[in-house]
């Protein structure tokens, strides 16, 4: 873990480094990745069974290419009355939070009598990609299936690895709470290509979004043009603003709920008191050693925690921004006087009691954010990620004449006689 403050001389190039430093796969896919989006485009199928049976030691022709929508029915039924209710409250206040993102068609005339407009409609067909192992996450699948439901889409498909032929069952209630209409037992850049390109089995699909190894976020990267992306997602962070009237073990709970995740993940913790800080850093030892996932949250904490002393929280809202983080919870006594001055973060937990967890299952909005400092230009996942705008325009003979001329203009002065001429063949000219 790096601890440094803002008042030592070399803080701002420390501080530097750690924004630069993106923490994503040092193996270079690329080329791989390009050769196995190829096989799978000329040679469809047969890539995708002998990928299968090379990574995850099964054969597709007889575990099955793909998992029955009666297989997620019984899984669903199976889950417990407390989980069965959990997973309920999540998919039931996800959709009602991107239900109110959904956008409205436009339709006006303006002064000179031009109508403009514009309408949204929904992707025919959207790929979500559920990992297998350690990120089989049901709650992702809600979070990406959801929304695309939300918006219209009439066909979803989901593709996941299953090692061994073995599929985590809580996946699989998910699917069939969200209402999937496929899952395929493929997982890596070879499924999102087949996604993308289509197979003589898996028709294709026009948006692919979901989370997934260094292969899996490549392909998407080389495939988007071909298809719609989310995003290209990396490891995950959060970025914890705290002043010693918190806990200290809640705020190293907090930390270690991003640092379990992967060991490539990072949690930071800007303080603007130095015993608190030394309180927090304590307090994550005392929470790993009875953490199950402490080997993982260890290398993580270890290798990339970062503890931030500041002299006063008027620091924080820069250093924030700078590293735009995935995730940040303020927890102070007016975090929204931070906030408002926040540009750049996925999402804002508020407050001594929002934990950034509640955000990953059960608030509403969606857990699906940009990292790696994406934060600066992008959002999270919603329903406009499964949607498009079709503007349209109409004229009468009275609106040409007043906004055509301007058009021949401009037209005759880029050297575009054509464009001119469709204009004023309609004035008569």
């Given amino acids: 873990m790096l601890r440094l403050s803002s008042g030592d001389p070399g803080f701002m190039q420390a501080f ?33 069974a002998e990928l299968t049976a090379r990574f995850d030691s099964h054969d597709l022709d007889n575990t099955g290419w793909s998992i029955e929508l009666g297989e997620c029915r019984k899984a669903f039924d199976a889950l417990t009355p407390e989980l069965r209710n959990a997973l309920e409250l999540a998919a039931d206040r996800i959709r009602a939070y991107h239900a109110a993102q959904l ?150 709970a907090d930390l270690l709920s991003q640092a379990e995740h992967d060991p490539t993940s990072q949690s930071i913790l800007i303080t603007d008191d130095a015993a608190f800080a030394d309180a927090v850093a304590e307090a994550v030892e005392c929470e790993l050693a009875a953490l199950a996932t402490a080997e993982t949250a260890r290398t993580s904490w ?31 006594d007016d975090p929204e006087a931070l906030m408002r001055r926040i540009r750049h973060a996925g999402s804002v937990f508020l407050g001594r009691m929002t934990p950034e967890a509640v955000g990953d299952y059960v608030a509403g909005p969606n857990h699906v954010l940009p990292t790696g400092r994406r934060a ?21 003979q009275a609106a040409l004449e007043a906004i055509g001329p301007a058009a021949i203009a401009l037209a005759d002065a880029e050297g575009l006689p054509a464009h001119a001429r469709s204009i004023s063949v309609r004035l008569g000219q």
């Fill in 16 to 48: 530097a480094r750690v924004v630069a430093d993106r923490r994503e796969s040092a193996v270079d896919v690329a080329k791989d990745v390009a050769a196995i989006l190829q096989s799978v485009r000329t040679r469809g199928d047969a890539v995708l």
């Fill in 103 to 252: 956008p409205e068609n436009r339709d006006y005339t303006d002064a000179v009598g031009v109508r403009l407009g514009a309408t949204w409609t929904a992707v025919d067909a959207a790929g979500l990609y559920v990992p297998g192992g350690r990120a089989a996450y049901p709650s992702s699948l809600l979070m990406n299936a959801i929304p695309a439901k939300v918006a219209g889409v009439e066909r979803l498909v989901v593709v996941t690895p299953t090692p061994n032929g073995d599929v985590n069952p809580l996946v699989l209630a998910a699917a069939h709470l969200a209402g999937v209409d496929e899952v395929w037992r493929v997982g890596g850049a070879h499924a999102v290509a087949a996604l993308a390109y289509g197979t003589q089995r898996i028709a294709p699909v026009d948006v692919v979004t979901g989370p997934g190894n260094a292969w899996v976020a490549e392909a998407k990267r080389q495939l988007f043009g071909v298809v719609g992306i989310d995003m290209v997602a990396g490891p995950s962070e959060i970025l914890v603003i705290a002043d010693a009237a918190n806990d200290p073990r809640r705020i190293a």
């Fill in 302 to 332: 270890n290798d990339n925690g970062v503890i931030i002393d500041v002299a006063s929280f008027e620091e924080a809202p820069a250093l924030a921004n700078a590293l735009a983080a995935e995730h940040v919870e303020i927890a102070t």
């Fill in 376 to 396: 600066r230009f992008s959002s999270g996942l919603s329903v406009l990620d499964f949607m498009k705008r079709t503007s349209f325009i109409q004229l009468d």
